[in-house]
């Protein structure tokens, strides 16, 4: 069975990744050391992480506006900002005139400051999306930028998932996680791009 075309291409939407510049926003969605251990550890994330510092560094180089986004849970749980477990790991952390907006579900532009956040940045159009979970939180984001009229870009090597058990009880790899989640943006809701080099000119 052939692939069906994506929806992108059935209504004619622009395929052409942006490249790192004045031009676009970075958003760095949960780089939160919750799931580098414990009970939320996510399969490659340490790679995943290393993708994200390059393509943070890349961003800052180019001039690119970074917006960090973190969960918080609560204290006691794996996503509580006070404490190190949910901190933003230290390879991918803000610097001085970097925004932190704090989401407490998937999607970072729901009851959050994200999208005056960005306005204030006189964000164009263009924002590049990593960081963690695949399948739930760049995915939501993802979703929400594009109801809102962004063009989202997912920098595929910058996130990363982790295994969950199926209704037939037996359980699903994290590969195939990142794999539909990825395929679920790149269907409507945004570019995927697989590497940091393809956004760098």
Same mark, same amino acid.
């Given at each position: ?46 790679? /995943?992480?290393?993708? &994200?510092? +390059?393509?943070?560094?890349? !961003?800052? #180089?180019?001039? %690119?506006p970074v917006v960090h ?75 929400? /930028?594009?109801?809102? &009229?962004? +063009?989202?870009?997912?920098? !595929?090597? #910058?996130?990363? %998932? ?30 995927v791009v697989p ?7």
């Amino acid at each position: 069975m052939h692939p069906s075309a994506t929806l992108r291409e059935v209504i004619g939407l622009d395929n052409t990744p942006p490249r790192l510049g004045g031009e676009c926003t970075l958003i760095m969605i949960d780089f939160q050391n919750t799931y580098r251990t414990g009970v939320m550890a996510l399969d490659g994330v340490e790679p /995943a992480l290393a993708a &994200g510092a +390059r393509l943070l560094a890349a !961003a800052r #180089a180019a001039g %690119t506006p970074v917006v960090h986004v973190v969960n918080d849970g609560g204290p006691g749980t794996p996503y509580d900002i006070r404490a190190e477990i949910g901190a933003i790991s230290g390879e991918v952390a803000p610097v001085d005139g970097e925004s932190v907006v704090v989401k407490q579900v998937p999607d970072a532009f729901h009851g959050t400051d994200l999208e005056r956040t960005l306005r204030d940045l006189d964000a164009g159009p263009d924002l590049i999306l990593a960081g963690f979970m695949t399948h739930m939180c760049v995915t939501f984001t993802a979703q929400g /930028a594009f109801n809102l &009229g962004y +063009r989202p870009t997912v920098v !595929a090597e #910058a996130t990363a %998932t982790r295994a969950l058990p199926a209704l037939d009880g037996a359980g699903t790899p994290a590969e195939a996680l990142q794999s539909a989640g990825l395929t679920i943006i790149a269907d409507l809701f945004g570019l995927v791009v697989p590497t940091v080099a393809h956004l760098v000119d």
